[in-house]
Nanobody, 117 residues
Framework: QVHLVESGGGLVQAGGSLRLSCAAS????????MGWYRQAPGKQRDLVAA???????NYADSVKGRFTISRDNAKNTVFLQMNSLNSEDTAVYYC???????????WGQGTQVTVSS
């Protein structure tokens, strides 16, 4: 079992920045990918960014050049630095941890990010 706790969401003006954190605990050894997803009202949950245990990253086209995902392996924590935020970034952001096969996804409770124009 893996437990994820997110922090760092909030209200920010357009053009501003926020940094999300996700602390993982439990069977950390089983995780090979961690990422951030977001879900806006009435929309599906979509991948924002992901990082593998080897440090490879993947970003949604809409956030490339603005968001950066990173991880601190010593602290079992993943970060999402979000810059140049706009109203379309408003959503609940969820931390995700994907276990090595057999694949299983773990989710955090979500943190609200609201960008005011």
């Amino acid at each position: 079992q893996v437990h994820l706790v997110e922090s760092g969401g909030g209200l920010v003006q357009a053009g501003g920045s926020l940094r999300l954190s996700c602390a993982a605990s439990g069977s950390i050894w089983s995780i090979n990918v961690m990422g951030w997803y977001r879900q806006a009202p009435g929309k599906q949950r979509d991948l924002v960014a992901a990082i593998t245990s080897g440090g490879s990253t993947n970003y949604a086209d809409s956030v490339k050049g603005r968001f950066t995902i990173s991880r601190d392996n010593a602290k079992n924590t993943v970060f999402l630095q979000m810059n140049s935020l706009n109203s379309e970034d408003t959503a609940v952001y969820y931390c995700n941890a994907r276990r090595r096969p057999p694949v299983l996804d773990y989710w955090g409770q979500g943190t609200q990010v609201t960008v005011s124009s």
